[in-house]
């Protein structure tokens, strides 16, 4: 069943459910045997990461740096600093020093997890870099510390420090206050043309593209889901989540290289993939095919052509397969397929999303026609992963991206042909990037009292401009501002408030009754304004607050607002 709860408190919530049902699976680093952990086990790690974190002294919305290949670690790091009200920041475990020496400038970094000894390497030799950085913890036990480092510990060492829950009782009390505003992870993308950007991903984020993908991925406690992708991408890291919502098993695939012999030896029942992945199992298979008999390649080229006809022909479209074809198709799959999908490791498979380039139709076309339901999706890590995906047990369409999640995702199709999207799960905007965040607004109120002048605004500047005319003076136009919010539920990114009114003439000159209705307006628009649209401003949203100088004191001749 989707569990829906914050993440603070997700792992948690979780273990009351499953207990002592397997949570995880995973190999030591460099290690070959698979062990595993149950949901209470993951929930305790996760707890000592939170209060081990406290003892470091980390503070609420504090950056966390993770430099490390796929791990448990990893996992626990992300949720114990969701824990205590944290925010994570993956960085590739194949990121360059200079790529990382970004990173941790950019969002101040103070404590940075590494996993193995590149990722160790490259981090202590551009500490002197970072004047933030304080201390690497070191998942690694086999990792080999420099001998000139007095500021690393190893994991085990950062767990140890706090195996007692020495500050549980504030760990709660985060629990308590965590909220849908405040940050999760900040993604750095890969800066192909220039610095990289720092995504900023919230809790609702997180919260709304769940509950969205819940609702098309049939996935649920029985399933057991391998990592191939890092979790540093926002495809693995959402995906992963996800399947940690429905009570799934996790595979944790530490080294992509080793994948397939993973998935022989795991025998999962899903994993989100790239095409590029795909089009390597196509080769081969093609290539074992053709160094096979001449007999056995007939036969498997006649089992594609009625898998493709079966799969492609009829299920894509929503129609029922004729008998006959389909009781040739449960012949080919047990013959043929059944043995294909065993040796990739897939004899239990369930479904398996794939993104993040364009697939080959004759790649997709033979997934499907040997019996692999891939869930072709299409995303961004601004969007948090899935804006549209095929739908399990649903017409699809080979070369489409699916069809739109759900959650009050909103698409539209530019005149200039981008993808415009709106929505809860939308990234407030790219951390200390004010330049590129200002570009993102999609509309601006204008409120006056004059009509015709905000008339003349609409037609005289480039950005979409609404004229909202509205006499500030008057109580019911609070009103009809309030309704009209509450209306349109618009996520306000910035506030400019400047109401009131002035003259310029000597103070003496201007009746008592004016100043008195001056300051009045001034002081109580800005906040009766700020008090209305306060609801819709979200976590980084800003104010500006433009009050009269007449609304404190008397100055002669500049009795006016500004």
Known sequence: MFNNAHLSVLLHEQAKVYGNREAMMYQDFGGKEWKSYTWNEVSEKVKIVSNALLCQGVKVQENIGIYSQNSTQMLFSDFGAWGIRAVTIPLYATSSEQQIEFIINDAKIRLLFVGEQLQYDRAFRVMPLCPTLEKIIIYDNNVKRDEKDTVSIYFDEFMAQAASLPHQQEVEAHYAQANEDELANILYTSGTTGNSKGVMLTHGQYNNALKANAECVPIDENDRTINFLPFAHIFEKAWSILNLTVGATLIVNTDPREIQQSMRETQPTCMSAVPRFWEKVYSGVMEKIETSSPMKQKLFKNALKIGRKHNIEYVSKGLKPPFMLHMQYEMMNKLVFELVRKQLGLS??????????????????????????????????????????????????????????????????????????????????????????????????????????????????????????????????????????????????????????????????????????????????LVAVTYIVLPYLKRGSEVYQIGSLSSFQPVPYITTYG
Not at 398 to 417: A, D, H, M, T, Y
Not at 429 to 434: I, L, V
Not at 481 to 507: D, I, Q, R, Y
Not at 509 to 517: A, E, G, R, V
């Open 348 to 525: 239990n498979q369930h479904l398996f999303p794939t993104a993040g380039a364009t697939i080959a139709p004759h790649i997709e076309e033979f997934v499907h026609s040997i019996g692999i339901n891939m869930v072709k999706g299409y995303g961004l890590t601004e969007s948090l992963a899935t804006v549209s995906c095929d739908h399990l047990g649903k017409p699809y369409t080979v070369g489409s991206v699916g069809r739109p999640v759900g959650c009050g995702l909103q698409i539209k199709i530019s005149e200039e042909g981008e993808i415009l999207l709106k929505g809860k799960s939308i990234t407030p905007g790219y951390y200390n990037r004010e330049d590129l965040n200002k570009e993102s607004y999609d509309e601006v109120w204008v409120i006056a009292r004059r009509r015709e002048r905000l008339e003349e605004l609409e037609g005289s500047v480039s950005a979409k401009i609404r004229a909202v005319p509205l006499d500030l003076t008057k109580s019911e136009a609070y009103d009809e501002l309030k309704a009209l919010l509450e209306a349109e539920k618009p996520e306000v990114k910035t506030l400019v408030n400047a109401s009131g009114f002035g003259v310029f003439e000597k103070f003496e000159n201007i009746q008592l009754s004016q100043q008195l209705s001056m300051i009045d307006l001034n002081d109580k628009a």
